[in-house]
C-alpha cells in the first residue's frame, strides 16, 4: 500500500505569519479608508474569524494610548452657588433652584 506524503508547499492554503507591527499597520489602514470588514478579509486572505481576533487584539487600528484620559472639571469660584436643578420652559425662561424644591411648588408655578 502506497504511503502518500503531503508537503506545506502544495497545500491549497499557506498560512502567511504577521508580525503586530503589520496587522497593527493593515487595521489602521482600514480603518483610514472605511473598509468593511469582508474587503478587508478578501484583500488580505484572512478570514472573518482571522480579522474580528485581530481586532480584539491589536484594536480597531486607531493609535489610542491605554490607560486613563484626563478629566478636567471646571472649577467655579467659591462664592458663587451651584444650583440644585434647573428648568427650562417653553418659551426658553430658565429658573433655577439652589436648594430641593417640593414638586408641588413646581407644578404650582404652572410654567411648564
Known sequence: MPVKSFSMATSSRQHQRRSSNDISAMLAEQAKKGYSASEFCSR?????????????????????????IPLTVP??????????C??????????????????????ALNVL
Not at 75 to 84: E, R
Not at 86 to 106: G, H
Open 44 to 68: 488580505h486572505r484572512v478570514s472573518k474569524q482571522t480579522y474580528y481576533n485581530w481586532q480584539r487584539k491589536y484594536g480597531s487600528g486607531q493609535s489610542l494610548t491605554p490607560g486613563f
Open 75 to 84: 472649577v467655579s469660584a467659591p462664592d458663587t452657588p451651584i444650583p440644585f
Open 86 to 107: 434647573e428648568i427650562t420652559t417653553s418659551d426658553a425662561t430658565l429658573i433655577r433652584f439652589y436648594q430641593p424644591v417640593d414638586a408641588k411648588f413646581i407644578k
